[in-house]
Structures are given as structure tokens and as C-alpha cells.
């Protein structure tokens, strides 16, 4: 492993350390709107490649990213590797299989039939971090950590994580008393959204991470893009923009609030000389909650620019404008 730009951090109370910034991979093999595949076998490697020269060795992806291909590539890429180099996280619980109705959750007939699949796209014997990727209320608590304590106990899975759209503490806390109270492997690690205009876990589901000293690594430290600054009130004339053809995007992240946020962003940006990503990146790396943002890019430029946010400094000044630029009372 080459060192640089990364310092390591620990990952909660694992004993794993890790780079500062998680490289995530969920475009990789995934198909467009118009049936490409923009970050296909060749770029994904070319990725990689300079996130682990750069010193990164947190990788994420999942069993449904790219429908496989996104572990394809990275178990290909790894042969040209040291595996004990990197700490490797996937996940579990969309569909996977159209036509079978059990293929998908967290029943273990399901969770059995994936673990197997994802170490072999992914060419090794164990991954060190399996997140379920949601919760699956229609499995009993106990059939699930049972199911997963047992692949800890194998050997194919190190640790277990909770990966979240919806903060829902109290989930978390269920699922680790019952593994607390009949001696199984509880989830150590956990991976809710979290950004400078997506802070809803702030209120109970960061305090919960304290109290059962769960590692946090969070999804989306960009808010799908709009923190790059790119954006405008006027719109953006960047074609590929994601708020130009997904409306969701729109509704959730184009409005005046969010903007007010940003407007903070560029004054910081400007003020300390550095981009508004790296002031978004950089405000996730000081706090003391996250262990590790998981960032992605489409090319070797955004991952560098990305990057070079673990090497850039914010005043507690410019810290505290960024923590009150939004209105987070209702939260």
C-alpha cells in the first residue's frame, strides 16, 4: 500500500483502521438511461488504481450494484493485488432474481445463497464488512442475526454493518440487544445518509452510534452532487447533471433551503481557497461521529478533487458557519 494523501482512522471499536474516505462503488457496471455503462471494467480499475496509490483502502459496494458487475470488477481488479491490503464491505436484501419470490430480504435461504455469490465475484474467501442494506421486517430478529452470527462464525464475514435510507435507531438498538442478550455477533458498523443538507441523524441516530459505539459510514457525503457546487438557483448547464433528468433529485435537493446551505458552502469555499466539495468532504471528516464518508466519482479528477479534502483544514469559525447555515430545529 502506498502511503500519501490519507491518514488512517479507526473504524469504531472494530480494531480495523481505515483511510479517512471510503471508496464507493455503486456506478460501476451500472446501465444509464440510455443503456450505457459510463464506468464499465476498464475505468472502474482505472479508479481503483488511484484510489489505493493514493493510499485508500475502504472499498464499498453491494450484491445489486451494477447487478453484480460492480463486484466482477473489483474481485478482477484485486488479483493484481494484495486482498489483506484492503477492507472490503458489500451488502445485502434487494431482489436479486425477478421470478423467485425469496430472493430478496433477509430470510436466510436468501442470505446463505448471496454470501456465496458476492465472494466469488468479489475472489476472495471473506469479506470484512456485510451490511444489510435495509431491514426486513417480515424476518424474525432472531433468524436474521443467527444467519449472519453464523457466517462471522465461518469465517466469510469479519464484522456486520447496517446500512440505512431511513435513520431508524431503534432498529439498530433491537437487533443488538437480541444479539447482546443470546450471545450472537451484533452490527459494529452502521451506513445512514448523512451531509451538510441531510442531517436528520442527528437527533437520535447519532447519539444511538455513541452509546453502542457503532462505527459511522456514511452514504451520499455530497448529497447526490448539489454540494459540489455546480448548482444553481438558475439550474445548471452541465448535460449530465443528475437534476436535469431525475426528478426526485429535484424535489429533494433544488430548493431554497438547500440553497441557502450552499450559498454557506461557497462563502466558506471561497474564503479558505479550496472547493465547495472538499468543504463539504471536510466538514464530514471533523466530526468526531464519522469514521469514514463513502465518496464516489465518475472519473480520476473528481476522485482526486475529492481526495484532496483529507488534506485541507477548515477554521472552527468556518466549522460552526457550515453547522448553522441550515434549519435543523424540527429534527
Not at 455503462?37 to 472499498?59: F, M, V, W
Not at 436466510?108 to 455469490?117: A, G, Y
Not at 468532504?281 to 484532496?308: F, Y
Request: negative net charge; proline residues 3%; aromatic residues 10%.
Amino acid at each position: 500500500m502506498v502511503a500519501s494523501d490519507f491518514d488512517t482512522t479507526r473504524l469504531g471499536k472494530t480494531g480495523l483502521k481505515v483511510s479517512e474516505l471510503g471508496l464507493g462503488t455503486w456506478r460501476f457496471g451500472h446501465e444509464d438511461d440510455q443503456g450505457n455503462i459510463p464506468i464499465g471494467k476498464e475505468r472502474a480499475h482505472t479508479l481503483l488504481d488511484r484510489y489505493s496509490s493514493l493510499g485508500g483502502n475502504l472499498i464499498d459496494t453491494a450484491n445489486v450494484y451494477g447487478e453484480g458487475l460492480s463486484e466482477q470488477y473489483i474481485g478482477e481488479w484485486l488479483e493484481d493485488y494484495d486482498r489483506r491490503d484492503f477492507i472490503i464491505g458489500s451488502k445485502i436484501y434487494w431482489p436479486t432474481r425477478d421470478t423467485d419470490p425469496n430472493a430478496s430480504g433477509l430470510n436466510r435461504r436468501h442470505i446463505r445463497n448471496q454470501i456465496d455469490k458476492i465472494l466469488s465475484r468479489l475472489n476472495t474467501t471473506y469479506l470484512d464488512i456485510l451490511y444489510v442494506h435495509r431491514w426486513d421486517e417480515t424476518t424474525d430478529v432472531g433468524t436474521v442475526m443467527r444467519t449472519l452470527t453464523n457466517l462471522v462464525s465461518d469465517g466469510k464475514v469479519n464484522y456486520l454493518g447496517f446500512s440505512t435510507s431511513i435513520p431508524n435507531a431503534w432498529r439498530v438498538v433491537r437487533a443488538n440487544e437480541y444479539a447482546k442478550k443470546h450471545g450472537l455477533e451484533p452490527f459494529s458498523i452502521v451506513q445512514p445518509q448523512y451531509n451538510l443538507v441531510t442531517r436528520q441523524i442527528e437527533s437520535q441516530y447519532l447519539p444511538m452510534c455513541r452509546t453502542y459505539d457503532l462505527a459511522v459510514t456514511t452514504w451520499s457525503p455530497l448529497a447526490g452532487g448539489f454540494l459540489t457546487g455546480k448548482y444553481s438557483r438558475s439550474g445548471t448547464k452541465q448535460e449530465d447533471a443528475r437534476g436535469n433528468r431525475d426528478d426526485y433529485f429535484e424535489d429533494r435537493y433544488l430548493t431554497e433551503a438547500n440553497f441557502k446551505i450552499l450559498d454557506a458552502v461557497r462563502e466558506v469555499s471561497n474564503e479558505e481557497g479550496i472547493s465547495p466539495t472538499q468543504v463539504s468532504l471536510r466538514w464530514l471528516i471533523e466530526n468526531e461521529d464519522v469514521s469514514a464518508p463513502i465518496i464516489g466519482a465518475r472519473t480520476v479528477e473528481q476522485l482526486e478533487e475529492n481526495i484532496k479534502s483529507t488534506t485541507v483544514s477548515l477554521s472552527q469559525n468556518h466549522i460552526t458557519q457550515l453547522d448553522k447555515s441550515g434549519d435543523w430545529s424540527g429534527y
